[in-house]
């Protein structure tokens, strides 16, 4: 049996408790809350479970706890014309919902379990969730509701921090990665502005499986982040190739660089993003281009939040013909580069192969988790086992001046060696005949004081004529 709780035109103001709750300790009952208002501290804490809970018309501001409204054991809630304003905790400033998934409902078939319709929050600040925290909710329903001001940030007094602090300057939602028993619906018309994260998210972060809405129900006005996702972040999908000046101006914005040209801001880092590049007429045995490898997330941002991951690079080297196979492909060089602010900076890579010949170079990162459902929608998309990035790469033929070696690198010849032909095989260069040439390396032959050539594509160096006439005469004489 459960009690019928109903409270109306109410005020809890600075109430005191040594333990659990400031405001209202409520369990096995359902409650009605209707015009109260909750004040400085006021807070309730759901104590073993509760069938429904209905806030309407009520007003709750100015608390500090651990966490906010703590819905733990509730069956249902409706929160509805409400008003929740300048509230913090360490987890969802204003309303904390966590769910087991041992004690979900089987069956949820309006998933409008959780309800907040109408209702708006303000200036609330949490390390995760400014407003809301939606901790394995099976599902929540937002509606025609206001996000103004709130702010996911560090809050240096509280010993405990969360694990991914300073997100989601609205809302934070997460979900059990292996039941993904969980939906977080928005309908109507919800705003969300003037709000700001110090990591990531600066309106929501969702962590496993994206909200449901369309382009109507969500109105981002002015939100910001500091690292990553002004309106929405979430995670890593795939990656993208930056050019230097979008790198330039991504690690400006995150305070990583410093650069007097502010003609550098303009460019924008979320546009234009390459997906796939080819690099033509590289030398085999030379370094491939540098590159900015960006971790970018399912709306094409950059995850700039990111200092951890690395970005692996690899040379595939099946499915070869005959030719691309005759001097297999080897990459030297790092083959593991560290993410800063979202981004790996690969240089100092060497390919070498068949010159004449194609390759694809792979790069990957253990951070794209291939098991995330829209990560997962995506290879279905593309129609590809993974979501690497590709560089396809050919290679040129070896030109004049060059060595093929017998691994099939193109070499510039040295200093006092030259080489006036096209190798296409393995071959040296020739020595320079130094009594009457001077050689600085590739085809730079040229004959001494007193020598010449009839042109600079043959390696025939003669004496003067002049100068052999004059020394027959001195013979005869």
């Known amino acids: ?10 005020i809890f103001f600075n109430n005191q408790a040594i333990e659990r709750t ?48 703590s819905n733990t054991y509730i069956r249902g809630l409706e929160i509805r014309d409400s008003f929740f304003i300048n509230l913090r905790s360490a987890q969802g400033g204003a309303i904390y919902i966590l769910e087991s998934d041992l004690g979900k409902e089987t069956t949820n078939k309006n998933n409008k379990k959780f309800q907040i319709i109408n209702s708006t929050f303000t200036n609330c600040t949490s390390e995760q969730g400014g407003a809301l925290m939606l901790d394995n909710s099976q599902s929540v ?35 059990n990665d292996e039941i993904l028993n969980c939906i977080l619906t928005f309908d109507g018309i919800n705003l969300f502005k003037d ?45 993208g190739s930056l050019s230097e000046n979008q790198y330039l101006a991504h690690m400006i914005k995150l305070g990583l660089k410093e650069s007097p040209d502010q003609r550098l801001l303009q460019f924008t880092t979320d546009k234009n993003i390459q997906f796939h590049q080819s690099v033509q007429d ?34 595939q080297t099946d499915n070869l013909d005959e030719k691309a196979n005759m001097y297999p492909p080897i990459l030297q060089g790092s083959s593991d580069f560290q993410a800063s602010g979202g981004v790996a900076v690969i240089k100092d890579v060497i390919i070498s192969g068949t010159p004449g010949s194609s390759y694809n170079v792979t790069f990957s990162s ?16 593309i129609q590809k ?15 004049v001046g060059e060595q093929f070696t017998s691994a099939g690198k193109c070499i510039e010849c040295q200093d006092n060696t030259y080489s006036l032909i096209k190798m296409i095989e393995p071959n040296t260069c020739e020595i320079c005949p130094s009594e009457k ?35 027959r005469l001195f013979k005869r004489q």
């Open 437 to 471: 040439a001077i050689c600085h390396g590739g085809t730079n032959i040229g004959p001494l004081p007193g020598y010449w050539r009839k042109s600079n594509t043959t390696k025939r160096i003669e004496k003067n004529t002049l100068q052999r006439l004059q020394q």
């Open 141 to 175: 329903f937002i509606q025609n509701s206001q996000f103004i001001g709130n702010n996911a940030k560090v809050i240096p007094e509280y010993q405990i921090h969360a694990v991914d602090e300073a997100s989601g300057g609205a809302i934070y939602y997460t979900c």
């Open 22 to 69: 400031k405001g209202i300790l409520c369990g096995f009952a359902n409650m009605t809350i209707h015009n109260v208002e909750f004040e400085s501290s006021s807070n309730i804490y759901w104590q073993n479970e509760l069938q429904d809970v209905k806030i309407t018309g009520s007003q709750i501001y100015k608390w500090d706890v651990k966490r906010g409204w």
């Open 385 to 399: 086992a993974n979501l690497d990035f590709l560089l396809d790469i050919n290679l040129r033929e070896c030109s």
């Open 195 to 239: 709000n700001y994260a110090q990591i990531k998210g600066g309106a929501v972060v969702w962590t496993t499986l994206e909200p449901i809405f369309i382009k109507n129900n969500l109105n981002f006005i002015n939100n910001s982040a500091f690292q990553y996702g002004d309106n929405l972040a979430c995670f890593p999908q795939k990656l």
């Open 366 to 381: 253990d951070v794209i988790d291939l098991n995330k459902l829209s990560n997962k929608k995506e290879m279905e998309l």
């Open 1 to 10: 049996m459960y009690a019928n709780v109903f409270i109306s035109d109410s």
């Open 282 to 315: 590289q030398r085999s045995g030379g370094a491939i281009p540098v590159s900015y490898m960006a971790l970018i997330d399912q709306y094409g941002q950059i995850v700039g939040s990111d200092f951890r991951s690395k970005v692996r690079i690899s040379i």
